[in-house]
C-alpha cells in the first residue's frame, strides 16, 4: 500500500479533518480566491464535498455519501496526466474499478474527471483505502497523490507549516490544533490566527463548512 494511503484517517476522520482544513483557511483568508482548501456540507441533500485547489492547476475533491467517501486529484505536472498521454487520456486503471456506490461522483461536472491522476476510495465496510490495478511508472510520485494529500495527516504541524510558507507570516500552534479539535470557536482563538476578523464575518462559512457551534 501507498504510504499516503496508510495515513490517511478513517471517513468520519477524514471529514471532520477537511472541515477543519476549511475553517483555517477561511479564518486565516477572508478572500476565497486565495483559499486551498474548502467544505460543503451541503453539496447534496445526503453529500458533502471538500476540496483543494492550489491556483496553479493541481486539485483535488472528495466527496462524502452515506456509503463512504472517494478522492479525485489531480497533478497536473505528474506523468500520469492525462495530458501526458498520446491519445489524451486518464492512465489506465485510475477510474476502472471505484465501486457503484460512487457513480454519482464518476459524473459530476464539477470534479473535472477528464483532469485526473489519482483516485482512491473507501467504504464504511472497507478496512483500508482502495485503488484501481494500475501499472505505475517507476518515479517516487508519479501520480502526486504523496504530495497533495500529504496534508491529511492529522498533524497539525504539517498545516502550520504549509500555512507559513504559503501566507509568509507565523500561526499559533495552539490555536490550529484548537480547531484541528474542533473545539468551539471565540473571537479569542480568532484573533490568534487573524487579528483582522470576527465571529460575526464568518457565519456564512460555518454554516456552509457545518463546523460545530
Known amino acids: 500500500m501507498r504510504k499516503v494511503l496508510a495515513n490517511l484517517p478513517g471517513v468520519e476522520s477524514l471529514e471532520k479533518l477537511s472541515q477543519s482544513l476549511a475553517m483555517l483557511d477561511a479564518i486565516i483568508s477572508p478572500e476565497w480566491e486565495y483559499r486551498y482548501y474548502s467544505f460543503n456540507s451541503k453539496w447534496s441533500e445526503n453529500e458533502a464535498m471538500a476540496s483543494m485547489r492550489d491556483g496553479s492547476g493541481d486539485d483535488y475533491f472528495v466527496l462524502f455519501n452515506s456509503n463512504g467517501a472517494i478522492i479525485k486529484g489531480f497533478a497536473h505536472e505528474s506523468s500520469m496526466s492525462p495530458n501526458f498521454n498520446e491519445p489524451v487520456e486518464i492512465w489506465k486503471g485510475i477510474l476502472d474499478n ?68 504559503y501566507f509568509g507570516r507565523e500561526f499559533s500552534l495552539v490555536a490550529i490544533e484548537n480547531i484541528y479539535q474542533q473545539k468551539p470557536l471565540s473571537n479569542e482563538l480568532l484573533k490568534q490566527l487573524n487579528k483582522d476578523i470576527s465571529l460575526e464575518d464568518l457565519q456564512e462559512d460555518i454554516e456552509e463548512i457545518g463546523y460545530p457551534k
Open 98 to 165: 471505484v465501486p457503484s456506490e460512487f457513480k454519482n461522483f464518476l459524473s459530476e461536472p464539477a470534479f473535472s474527471l477528464e483532469n485526473t491522476t489519482f483516485c482512491v476510495w473507501r467504504k464504511f465496510s472497507d478496512a483500508f483505502w482502495q485503488i484501481g490495478e494500475i501499472n505505475f511508472p517507476e518515479e517516487k510520485d508519479p501520480d502526486g497523490m504523496n504530495e497533495l494529500l500529504a496534508i491529511l495527516d492529522r498533524n497539525p504541524s504539517t498545516y502550520k507549516n504549509w500555512a507559513e510558507y
